[in-house]
Every structure is written in structure tokens, then in C-alpha cells.
Nanobody, 120 residues
Framework: QVRLVESGGGLVPPGGSLTLECVVS????????MGWFRQPPGKPREFVAG????????LYGDAVKGRFTISRDNAKNMLYLQMNNLKPEDTAVYFC?????????????WGQGTQVTVSS
């Protein structure tokens, strides 16, 4: 059974940085595209970033372009999200996920999420 576990969330002031990590167990991730989503309080879940299995292509949501960077280490079965210049509107629960389709859709395996709060 595949399991995704996120970590690295926390409280950070505006303008700060955080790096989220997602460790995958149960099956190698090397053949799957992966992604990050987030769910702000009281709002629906939204796409943050996606990365192909070989990291050749990445895709970002408009709200995070130029500030967030997705990366992966297939040898370690790890997915990362480097978040810079954080804003209060980035406050959300962040989820990593595995897709069986494109970078924006068909995500069918999810982690439990990690809370990121941007506040002074």
C-alpha cells in the first residue's frame, strides 16, 4: 500500500521561507508524476505545483509562480516544495499527491497534509 507523509509545515512570518517534504513508502515514485495541493481555511483545495517523473517538466499555480519550487529525489522516494517570500494568503493545509495522469489532474493517492501558517 502506498503511503504519503508530509512534513515541514509551521508558523512563519510574511516574507519567510519553508521547505515541505513528502516521503513516499510502499512503492517507488520514479514512474509517477507528483504534485502539491493546498486547502486554505474555508476554501476548496487548489493546485500548487506538479512535476513529471523525471523532473523534466514542472507546472505551477498562478498564485505561487516565481516563489515556490517543486523538486523530487526518486532515489530517496521524496518530494519537496521550497516556498519563498511567503504571504498570509499562502496559509493552508498542504498536501502531496501522486497522479496517474497529467500534472493537474488524476491525482489519486494523497497524504494527510501539513499546516502552513503565514502570520506576524
Amino acid at each position: 500500500q502506498v503511503r504519503l507523509v508530509e512534513s515541514g509545515g509551521g508558523l512563519v512570518p510574511p516574507g519567510g521561507s519553508l521547505t515541505l517534504e513528502c516521503v513516499v513508502s510502499g512503492r517507488p515514485i520514479e514512474t509517477y508524476a507528483m504534485g502539491w495541493f493546498r486547502q486554505p481555511p474555508g476554501k476548496p483545495r487548489e493546485f500548487v505545483a506538479g512535476i513529471t517523473w523525471n523532473a523534466v517538466r514542472t507546472l505551477y499555480g498562478d498564485a505561487v509562480k516565481g516563489r515556490f519550487t517543486i523538486s523530487r529525489d526518486n532515489a530517496k522516494n521524496m518530494l519537496y516544495l521550497q516556498m519563498n517570500n511567503l504571504k498570509p494568503e499562502d496559509t493552508a493545509v498542504y498536501f502531496c499527491a501522486r497522479t496517474s495522469g497529467g500534472l493537474r489532474d488524476e491525482y489519486n493517492v494523497w497524504g494527510q497534509g501539513t499546516q502552513v501558517t503565514v502570520s506576524s
